[in-house]
């Protein structure tokens, strides 16, 4: 082989490797066909393809049907898919300490336990050993996949109380208590959370602050 023959396969190396998929199987299968004669090991041979992607390259060329490529099976598999052990472990240590979203639009689930929390854990758990767990950022990022958000659990919030709480209900245990000695007062309970509609207010009550003219609720528009 002389050298413009090696310029010049260099550069069908080079322009091959700017191509993905489909097109490159069209690139090289043309370039097989032409100057190897249609052979895949020769191809290989001088260009250092491979000669299966060379192969699909003609099958394709010949009947006009396109493979599919599935890049999604390609590259490292996930933690979580590869390692279905670990996975039953972590949804056994989350589960208990999630809830679900609380307003039900998603089917998210959050917890209160961080990665560094679901290591600990898993290492308690199992005494699984550093080499076989993941790293604290990948554990977040399968918390993540798996459907688990990180978010304060409400029920863990305490709760609020005012001051001056105890001295209101104390006084109204004692006004209950004196009113029930006295034979002449009548004790009403009155339920004041439910919401009543009074008068024709106009935008059928919607707005009360909008009456009609004049202030009149008679009189709307």
Request: hydrophobic share 35%.
């Amino acid at each position: 082989m002389d050298d413009s023959s090696a310029v010049v396969d260099e550069l069908l190396k080079r322009t091959a490797t700017r191509m993905t998929g489909r097109e490159r199987r069209q690139f090289q299968a043309d370039v097989t066909r032409t100057l190897c004669g249609g052979s895949p090991r020769q191809a290989e041979r001088r260009f250092g393809w491979g000669r299966d992607t060379v192969r699909a390259g003609l099958g394709e060329a010949s009947t006009g049907i396109r493979c599919v490529e599935n890049f999604a099976a390609r590259g490292r598999p996930r933690v979580e898919d590869a390692d279905a052990p670990l996975a039953a472990d972590i949804r056994a240590i989350v589960e208990p300490q999630t809830h679900a979203d609380p307003e039900l639009k998603t089917p998210r689930v959050y917890t209160n336990l961080s990665a560094r929390e679901v290591l600990a854990l898993l290492r308690e758990r199992n005494g699984s050993s550093t080499d076989r767990l993941p790293s604290e950022r990948t554990m977040r990022d399968i918390l993540n996949r798996m459907g688990y958000r990180l978010r304060r659990l409400q029920k863990a919030k305490p709760i609020r109380k005012t001051a001056a709480t105890d001295a209101i209900f104390a006084n109204i245990h004692a006004v209950r208590s004196a009113a029930a000695a006295d034979p002449g007062t009548l004790e009403i309970s009155i339920d004041t959370k439910a919401k009543v509609s009074e008068g024709e207010y106009s935008r059928g009550g919607k707005n009360p602050d909008r009456c009609g003219r004049d202030g009149d609720p008679g009189m709307g528009p």
